[in-house]
C-alpha cells in the first residue's frame, strides 16, 4: 500500500516550513556544535519528537520537523539530510553518520503530474547508518542492523543484519 501525505501541499505547511527554513538558517544552523541541547529544544518547538538526550548537528538538513522522531541517545551526524515528507523515527542510540540521506518521498515517474510518493522511515533501535548511505522511501532498518557507508537501501533491512552496496546486498551480521 502507497500511504502519501497529501497535506504537504497545504498552505499551513508551507508556511511551517518557510517559517522552519528562517528558524534554521539564523538559529539552528549557526548554532555551536556542543549546543545539541539547543537545536533538539528548536525541533521540539516545531512539533519534532526529540527525546532530550538525542545529538542533532548543526549542518544536519531536516526538511519538516513535525515528523522526525527521535529516542534516547539518538544521532542525527553532520550534513545528514533527513527529508521528512512523510514521518522518520530514529530508535533508541541509533547513529545517522555524516552525509547519509533519509529520504522519505519520491515521485511516480509514470504518472502524467509525476504524483509524490511519500512512505514513513522507520531506524530501530541500535541500528547504525554509516556515512553517505541512501535510505529510501517506506524502508524500516532492524534493531542493530548496519547500513554501510555509500549504501543504497529500497527494502527492508532485517534485524542484526548488513547492507552494502548498491544496490544494497544483505549479510548476516558476524
Known sequence: MIETYQSELTLKNKLGRLLW???Y?????PS???LHAWRVWL????????HPSAKVYPSARIWAP??????AGAILGDRVDCYTVAPIYLGERVVVSQDACLCAATH???SADFTLISKPIKIEKGAWVAARAFIGPGVTIGERAVVGACAVVFKNVPPATVAVGNPA???PKA
Open 21 to 23: 527554513g528562517g528558524v
Open 25 to 29: 538558517l539564523f538559529l539552528f544552523r
Open 32 to 34: 555551536p556544535r556542543v
Open 43 to 50: 525541533l521540539n518547538r516545531f512539533g519534532a519528537a526529540v
Open 66 to 71: 513535525w515528523h522526525l522522531s527521535m529516542d
Open 108 to 110: 511516480d515517474h509514470r
Open 169 to 171: 546486498v544483505l549479510r
